[in-house]
């Protein structure tokens, strides 16, 4: 789904670049109480993510995407299946305007895996930003035909190489180094 407000990237320097996706809260993304609901928070990660990674075809006229190195469209040699997800809510997203800011990055290549990091901003322009969410993704990158994992190219880790950076941290994490 594309929010019709361009992607772009943010850091000069490797291991600080960001990857941006305008994604916009729609009515139906609020619960009762007027909010994104927690649940809907994974689709809207999950927007992003095709936006930022997925290759866009040649004849849809839009300007390739710097991370768009997977073809995973449902005619596709590859598969991508999430492996874990782990979120964390920071305040409650109300109904907005303008897209949320969905920054992403690569915390971790593996040898058939990647995981993904986010952080989820108020919309570009606000005079205080505010940070909603945070969140990763592991995603294993399937072959279509044979259904098992398959090792991702040199294609994908050079495109993503600029954009990793150290993993987001959770609650849970500071936990778990106790």
């Not at 992607?7 to 729609?26: A, K, L």
């Not at 994974?42 to 866009?56: G, I, S």
């Amino acid at each position: 789904m594309s929010s019709g407000a361009q992607c772009w990237s943010s850091g000069d320097v490797d291991g600080e670049r960001r990857y941006h996706v305008p994604i916009p809260v729609r009515w139906r993304d609020l619960d009762g109480y007027g909010h994104v609901n927690n649940a809907t928070m994974f689709t809207l990660l999950e927007e992003a993510r095709v936006q930022a990674f997925w290759v866009v075809p040649p004849e849809s006229g839009e300007p390739p995407r710097p991370l768009g190195v997977v073809n995973a469209g449902a005619d596709a040699d590859t598969n991508t299946l999430i492996a874990a997800q782990s979120i964390e809510y920071r305040a409650p997203i109300p109904q907005l305007h303008r897209p949320l800011d969905i920054a992403l990055w690569i915390s971790e290549i593996g040898a058939a895996s990647a995981e993904v990091s986010y952080e989820v901003w108020s919309p570009v322009g606000d005079a205080e930003r505010t940070l909603y969410t945070v969140a990763r993704s592991t995603i294993v990158f399937i072959d279509a035909a044979s259904g098992r994992p398959r090792r991702l190219t040199e294609a994908e880790r050079a495109a993503w190489r600029p954009y990793v950076g150290p993993r987001v941290e959770l609650r849970a994490d500071k936990k778990l180094r106790v």
